[in-house]
């Protein structure tokens, strides 16, 4: 059973991280086909957020065909990603493995590596959504 | 969908003073409503004009249909929280319990035992002594385990620590989920009701200053930052809610329903708070309007 | 609804009460021996009453101030004890925000408040008024300085005190009301009750029936007091009303010629000196001279219509005093 949490300052809106949670969460194996996701009322009385947030998210979730609503009895994952995922996305994994090493070559520590890789990645994902 | 509140031209008059100015909402069933607005501005008054308390002094408002305070059947339909959760101080939570029995038709005496327990509260134990925290979630449940159909609360958060506050936000959504309830939230804070609330009220200085579901709020608030310019000179569909100046920039509110293709703005979305803000930031309006409502 | 009025009643209740009752037992204890006394003590003495009935009163003033001050007291205790705090101490607390919105009117729960509260109040009185009245009805009679009529005695025998109480609880409600704090509340509670008591037997209750006006010889049923100034040799009369335990309203003496006079000279033939034949010759004296009393009085038969006619005023002033308080209850408060 996954367990969602919220960052409020993220910019990013309640929905869409429970969303990424769950698509996260398939690819790290950690959800799998048959597997139910919480309840409304179990995510809001842990978050305390509001309720049609999370029909949203498990709508968006069903949208992409990554979940099933099943009425009276909950919302259930209908594919398991992770395997497929990680093993189609090798050449992805080894680019990035050179990329490391670069990072590191040009005198890089830990934190520069992580705040280049971070502001990039969000500039580059707000001028998709915008 | 049935609007859970209904106000026309909503006024109410303490002695000289307009607590409540021509306010006109429209506020649908099924939603958590937030109600936000600095101190003074009419949220407990415009809470007391819907629970039945006090009648209005001009306008009409109807509440799931019904006059407020009515009748029996009216008030059964109503919960409501008050600010600093009352309690008697004499008398032990399960005192509070038999009160609810004895005065509500619709009275779910297993629920509020349930809830009681699941708070590890003792029900021997006198309101009095309870903390904060305890007692609010005793007023919870006490507006709860009434089976009502809409639940007002003032202010409820206001005085609690964090973590009272975070348990009984859980609390009162958990129950609005599972009991299908329509919420209203009245707080000073945008902060206690960015993540609760999917409907929003901004109230400032009597006067309902913007109404409507957050989603759309903020798809259609956007901030432009940008060369200095003259407020008027902004097209008319973009309406400016908030405007600040440097002598070189100028910064935007605007709300508009069409997209903005002046290339010389940078547009940036707002966070809840900003927007709120914005509407209680009367100085640095540009234009004023009475009512502004997001049509569905 | 009327558990939470007993839940949150019940406190003052058994402390009045339960003064009451200990009160009560006093009367039941003592009051049978008192009958018996004055009943040998009548038998007893035949003609010549008078020592015995001075003795009897000298000996129970005491008890006899004590049990009256006992009935006078329960109704401002009532107004300030359960009328005050009724709605002055929800308000206080903010309890008014809970209940009022549980699913009951407001006009439903002031309804079963005062109801409940009310037959308290009038039963409690009652009680204890008969109690009073039953121990008391022996010492009456015999109090002279204590007429059954006269304003400190009424106030605390039959049925009126049902009256002062229920008026007190409605007043000590609507100030609680208006007030909507609990001490301040009770303070002005007690100062309005007490200005009402006592302005009633001076403003009003004279005037509740016409008066007895009677223009009578001087003699010594009419005569409360005399005396004789040495100075300027004038006689000052004091009258009283005629029958025992009427009540006076005012006295005054008329000269021959009909006018009013604060002194009369001493007759010349010294009847009315100590070298004359003593009161009863005084008095011949000066009727025969031509003075005269006019008494404005009401007789002790009066007494009865007086309860009534009062009681009827006060249960008129609760029940309006009841009639506001829904009204700003519904309009007024939140």
Known sequence: ?130 | MTAVLQARGLGKKYGKHWALTDCTLDVPAGHVVGLVGPNGAGKTTLLNLASGALPPTSGTITVLGGRPGASTAQLARVGFVAQDTPSYASLSIADHLTLGARLNPGWDAELARQRIERLGLDPAQRAGKLSGGQRAQLALTLGIAKRPDLLLLDEPVAALDPLARREFLQGLLEAAVEHELSVVLSSHLVSDLERACDYLIVLVDSRVQVAGEVEELLATHHRLTGPRRDPERLPAEQQVISASHTDRQSTFIVRTDTPIHDPAWTVSQLSLEDLVLAYMNTTARAHYRPVLEVQR | MIWLTWRQFRTAALAVFGALAAFAVILAITGPALASEYATGIAACGEQCGNFLNSFYDDLQGAFLGVTAAILVLPPVIGVFWGAPLISRELEAGTHRLVWNQSITRTHWLAVKLTLIGLAVMTATALASVAVTWWSSTVDQVAENFPRLGSLVFDARGIVPIGYSAFAFALGVVVGMLIRRTLPAMAVTLAVFVAVQLAMPFLVRPYLLPSTQATVEISESILDGLSISRDDNTIRLEGKAPDPGGWLLSSRILDPSGTAVERIPSPANGACTPRGEGMSDCLAELNRLGYRAQLSYHPPTRFWPFQWIETGIYLAATLTLGVFCFWWLRRRVS
């Open chain 1, 1 to 130: 059973m996954i367990e969602f949490h919220l960052d409020e300052r993220s910019g990013v809106s309640p929905y869409l991280q429970l969303v990424r949670q769950v698509r996260q969460a398939l690819r790290l194996g950690v959800l799998r086909a048959g597997d139910q996701l919480p309840t409304v009322k179990e995510v809001v009385g842990r978050l305390a957020i509001n309720p049609n947030t999370v029909l949203k998210a498990y709508r968006e979730l069903e949208h992409e065909g990554l979940v099933a609503a099943r009425p009276g009895v909950g919302t259930f994952v209908t594919v398991t990603l992770a395997d497929s995922s990680l093993a189609a996305h090798a050449p992805l994994r080894q680019d990035l493995r050179r990329w490391l090493a670069k990072a590191r070559r040009a005198g890089l520590d830990d934190e520069s590596i992580e705040a280049l890789f971070l502001t990039t990645f969000r500039t580059t994902a707000g001028e998709d959504i915008a």
